[in-house]
């Protein structure tokens, strides 16, 4: 059975920051492009960023672009989102979600539980 | 402000049909067949619906489906159930590596 559980949120002061982890089990990890995807309180999907099986193609959401960094490790089946310089508007909950074409960002097959992350003083 | 425009809720009594719009423009919905549908329950996961326009993932029920004319993809969800009662979202390849999301539709079930 696949699965995916987030951990690392919390609550963090504006320019703060904060590193999200992904457990993975059930499936080859190291065979599927990751992604994170947030959604803010009583908002929308918002997809943050993807990291290819191999970690060469790496892209990100212009609202996070040079403050947010994806990277994996696949001894660990794991997957992280370092968070830098975070605003308010980082405040969401964070889901990891499984990319299951090698073509990255076309639909996600399986998510995580999700990790709440609040930024405010 | 989303860049995939949903209509914020639809609604329809148990065993009929509701359908759901997802409009986008020729970057992104029109431009790919890599639109998708979600649905998630209050406080859960999002759970992927149907992908590639029209495809459904194996166990999703064929009540669930969907389509796409131009800039605009449709997701109808026939024999409605108490359980369908939930937020859909769609969302599309843009090109660059980008994916959109659409705002969101709370489906009531009267």
């Known amino acids: 059975e696949v699965q995916l559980v987030e951990s690392g949120g919390g609550l963090v002061k504006p320019g703060g920051s904060l590193r999200l982890s992904c457990a993975a089990s059930?499936?080859?990890?190291?065979?599927?492009?990751m992604n994170w995807v947030r959604q803010a309180p009583g908002k929308g999907l918002e997809w943050v960023s993807s990291?290819?099986?191999?970690?060469?193609?790496?892209y990100y959401a212009d609202s996070v672009k040079g403050r947010f960094t994806i990277s994996r490790d696949n001894a660990k089946n794991s997957l992280y989102l370092q968070m830098n310089g975070l605003r308010a508007e980082d405040t969401a909950v964070y889901y990891c979600?499984?990319?299951?074409?090698?073509?990255?960002?076309?639909?996600?097959?399986?998510w995580g539980q999700g990790t709440l992350v609040t930024v405010s003083s | 402000q989303s860049a995939l425009t949903q209509p914020p809720s639809a609604s329809g009594s148990p065993g009929q049909s509701v359908t759901i719009s997802c409009t986008g423009t020729?970057?992104?919905?029109?431009?790919?067949?890599?639109v998708s549908w979600y649905q998630q329950h209050p406080g859960k996961a999002p759970k992927l619906m149907i992908y590639?326009?029209?495809k459904r993932p194996s166990g999703v029920p064929d009540r669930f489906s969907a389509s796409q004319s131009g800039n605009t993809a449709s997701l109808t969800v026939s024999g409605l159930q108490a359980d369908d009662e939930a937020d859909y979202y769609c969302?599309?390849?843009?090109?660059?590596?980008?994916?959109?999301f659409g705002g969101g539709t709370k489906v009531t079930v009267l």
């Open positions: 059930g499936f080859t990890f190291s065979t599927y492009s």
């Open positions: 979600a499984r990319d299951p074409y090698p073509l990255q960002l076309r639909h996600f097959d399986y």
């Open positions: 969302s599309s390849y843009a090109g660059s590596n980008n994916l959109e």
């Open positions: 590639e326009v029209s």
């Open positions: 020729s970057s992104d919905v029109g431009g790919y067949k890599y």
């Open positions: 990291i290819s099986s191999g970690s060469s193609y790496i």
